[in-house]
């Protein structure tokens, strides 16, 4: 049974330019929460999407979106990329009536 | 707003010895959750134990125990019988799910050290 799939593991961008990360849920799962982690920091939560819908946003600018499909694999999408971007980015799977988080490995970027 | 706090930065404990990782919140919500993950070197984050407030007794996974004083706002982490295994940041959180707040709310991290 597999987890939570992350990808890419690792990549650099250059300051304004776009980027995509992608997350595949835990089987069963039907709903997908994304984090950032700075370097030396816990995690703080950008979204959670669930039925293809944003259910909540945190503290974060209109240049981060994301994005659920039908089967329940998601996307973050940050664009006009700043340095302060650089950071883990965390993927969370759960059910929607609670249970548990399953996290995914992570994806790291880093804004150059 | 609630948070979550960790007051320290990094322990350290001999192998086979107790650690307790320290851990505050701030609420007002009566209803809630808290949680402890371990952090390893391969990012991952893995569910240590969680704890429902409304549950008076403390929980506990093998080694691994909290101390919940909810009055206090308080929920440490004691690991027994230290393994190199046990490695790790590790974060305290927070859930509640009233007013439609699903997000975990993560303090800042405890690196532990196992001396061998």
């Known amino acids: 049974d597999a987890g939570v799939t992350q990808s890419p593991t690792h990549l650099i961008k250059t300051r304004g330019q776009q980027v995509t990360l992608r997350c595949s849920p835990k089987?069963?799962?039907?709903?997908v929460s994304w984090y950032q982690q700075a370097l030396g920091q816990g995690p703080q939560f950008i979204f959670q999407?669930?039925?293809?819908?944003?259910?909540q946003r945190g503290n974060f600018p209109d240049r981060f979106s994301g994005h659920q499909f039908p089967n329940y694999s998601s996307e973050l999408n940050v664009n006009a990329l700043l340095l302060g971007d650089s950071a883990l980015y965390l993927c969370?799977?759960?059910?929607?009536f609670g249970g548990g988080y399953t996290f995914g490995s992570g994806t790291r970027l880093t804004v150059v | 707003a609630q948070t979550v706090t960790q007051s320290q930065p990094e322990m350290s404990v001999q192998e086979a010895e107790t650690v307790t990782l320290s851990c505050t919140y701030d609420?007002?919500?009566?209803?809630?959750?808290l949680f402890w993950y371990k952090q390893p070197p391969s990012r991952q984050m893995i569910l240590v134990i969680r704890?429902?407030?409304?549950k008076q007794q403390n929980a506990t996974e093998n080694r691994f125990s909290v101390n919940f004083q909810k009055a206090a706002k308080s929920f440490s982490l004691k690991i027994s019988d230290s393994q190199l295994g046990d490695a790790a940041m590790y974060f305290c959180?927070?859930?509640?799910?009233?007013?439609?707040?699903?997000?975990?709310?993560w303090g800042a991290g405890t690196k532990l050290i196992i001396k061998p």
């Open positions: 959180a927070y859930r509640t799910d009233m007013d439609s707040n699903y997000q975990l709310i």
């Open positions: 999407y669930y039925e293809e819908e944003e259910r």
């Open positions: 969370a799977s759960s059910l929607v």
């Open positions: 089987s069963g799962h039907d709903t």
């Open positions: 704890q429902e407030a409304y």
């Open positions: 609420t007002s919500e009566s209803d809630y959750y």
